[in-house]
């Protein structure tokens, strides 16, 4: 059950982040263009700090709004090799894309479902 409490609680996070995103009125492009900005070393991450700035300064999400735990989970989820850095077009790809899929797989089963009922 404490798998399922984590994903569930990074569903939650997520969401709140998406909406965040929405109200700030941010797309993935402006959100890579925004990091892109802080990195240096033009290899697609992060420092942590420079993270928490972005998220501050483009999705208005100060880190008061995060919890400790959420800060620290997202740097985790986010800065694979553990050297913080974190790999800010996985963290895009996980704000704009992956709360879309449900409905994405929804339209194609649909699609699916019409194409078969011709055949």
């Not at 697609?44 to 300064?57: H, N, Q």
């Amino acid at each position: 059950q404490g798998d399922g409490e984590g994903a569930k609680m990074e569903a939650e996070l997520q969401a709140r982040m998406a909406r965040a995103a929405y109200k700030a009125r941010v797309d993935a492009k402006l959100l890579i263009n925004e990091f892109k900005g802080y990195d240096a070393a033009k290899d697609g991450s992060v420092k942590a700090k420079d993270f928490k700035r972005v998220l501050e300064d483009t999705l208005d999400m100060s880190t008061e709004d995060l919890s400790k735990s959420e800060l620290k989970g997202l740097v985790r989820r986010f800065d694979p090799a553990e050297n913080d850095q974190i790999d800010y077009v996985l963290f895009t790809n996980w704000l704009t894309v992956e709360d879309q899929l449900p409905a994405v797989e929804k339209r194609v089963a649909r699609c699916l479902q019409a194409l078969q009922d011709r055949g």
